[in-house]
């Protein structure tokens, strides 16, 4: 669903991505995972078209060249920004209605998306409420429920659960799963709160590339064999682990390359 090769980005002489190659199958959960500063959002940007790449990159979703032919899929995709992107000034209901005039959404199918999305983000009883009055979580939700809007088959969440509680948290997640299993939605998401992985079918711990990639019992055994751990490590001791096996990586080719 996407395929992603040799995707760098550079502003100046920072490098934010370099050469990240990525496949994502259809109806899978992946989560790229690393602390902010990773590129995990640089990355979702080049997806959707709104960074350019340097050359050399290769992206395509769902059979579709991006950017070449971005505007095939873009009814496909639904997405979620980490920075709030609703009007202030408009209730829940409303936002919802404005996204849905720019999805083009039909007009005789609009109200009954809006109440789908308000049933199952569970903001119908407070549909009228100004977003400016409404709670953090709130506010998620209804960025949630926008995305979702027009039923898409690709949904790019950017640290869908920032700032919310614990127990909104995991409601997001279960749909998450639910979405995926029973609708078959593709998802990609990213998080610096690395415990959550393990709610994904398969993560890439990422710092500016995919270090490594697998499911998170997969990786979490791996680093408890090679560490000759009694138990299985946390998410958190298996992203150290693979940061510091890159950097010592480069430490060696970089005295190799001075000899």
Same mark, same amino acid.
């Given at each position: 669903?996407?395929?992603?090769? $040799?995707? =760098?980005? =550079?502003?100046?002489?920072? *490098?934010?991505?370099?050469?990240? $190659?990525?496949?994502?199958?259809?109806?899978?959960?992946?989560?790229?995972?690393?602390?902010?500063?990773?590129? *995990?959002?640089?990355?979702?940007?080049?997806?959707? !078209?709104?960074?350019?790449?340097?050359?050399?990159?290769?992206?395509?979703?769902?059979?579709?060249?991006?950017?070449?032919?971005?505007?095939?899929?873009?009814?496909?995709?639904?997405?979620?920004?980490?920075?709030?992107? %609703?009007?202030?000034?408009?209730?829940?209901?409303? $936002?919802?209605?404005?996204?849905?005039?720019?999805?083009?959404?039909?007009?005789?199918?609009?109200? =009954?998306?809006?109440?789908?999305?308000?049933?199952?983000?569970?903001?119908?009883?407070?549909?009228?409420?100004?977003? =400016?009055?409404?709670?953090?979580?709130?506010?998620?939700?209804?960025?949630?429920?926008?995305? +979702?809007?027009?039923?898409?088959?690709?949904?790019?969440? !950017?640290?869908?659960?920032?700032?919310?509680?614990?127990? +909104?948290?995991?409601?997001?997640?279960?749909?998450?799963? !639910?979405?995926? *299993?029973?609708?078959?939605?593709?998802?990609?998401?990213?998080?610096?709160?690395?415990?959550?992985?393990? $709610?994904?079918?398969?993560?890439?711990?990422?710092? *500016?590339?995919?270090?490594?990639?697998?499911?998170?019992?997969?990786?979490?055994?791996?680093?408890?064999?090679?560490?000759? %751990?009694?138990?299985?490590? !946390?998410?958190?001791?298996?992203?150290?682990?693979?940061?510091?096996?890159?950097?010592?990586?480069?430490?060696?080719?970089?005295?190799?390359?001075?000899?």
């Amino acid at each position: 669903m996407i395929d992603i090769s $040799n995707l =760098s980005k =550079s502003f100046g002489s920072f *490098k934010a991505v370099e050469n990240l $190659n990525l496949n994502i199958q259809k109806g899978e959960i992946y989560g790229l995972i690393g602390p902010n500063g990773s590129g *995990k959002t640089t990355t979702i940007l080049m997806l959707l !078209d709104i960074l350019n790449p340097d050359p050399g990159a290769k992206i395509t979703i769902d059979g579709k060249e991006i950017p070449k032919r971005i505007n095939d899929i873009y009814y496909k995709i639904g997405f979620m920004p980490q920075e709030l992107s %609703l009007y202030l000034d408009l209730t829940i209901e409303q $936002n919802l209605r404005f996204f849905g005039e720019l999805y083009k959404i039909p007009k005789s199918t609009l109200n =009954s998306h809006i109440q789908e999305v308000l049933e199952l983000i569970d903001l119908t009883e407070f549909k009228k409420r100004i977003i =400016s009055k409404c709670s953090g979580g709130m506010q998620r939700r209804c960025s949630l429920a926008v995305a +979702l809007l027009h039923r898409p088959e690709i949904l790019i969440l !950017d640290e869908p659960t920032v700032g919310v509680d614990p127990e +909104l948290r995991i409601e997001f997640w279960n749909y998450f799963k !639910d979405i995926s *299993k029973e609708r078959g939605v593709t998802i990609l998401l990213t998080t610096h709160y690395l415990a959550e992985s393990i $709610n994904c079918d398969r993560i890439g711990l990422m710092n *500016k590339k995919i270090l490594i990639s697998g499911t998170p019992m997969e990786l979490m055994e791996k680093v408890r064999k090679l560490k000759n %751990l009694e138990k299985l490590p !946390d998410m958190e001791e298996v992203y150290i682990y693979y940061t510091l096996q890159e950097k010592k990586k480069k430490y060696k080719e970089g005295i190799n390359h001075e000899l």
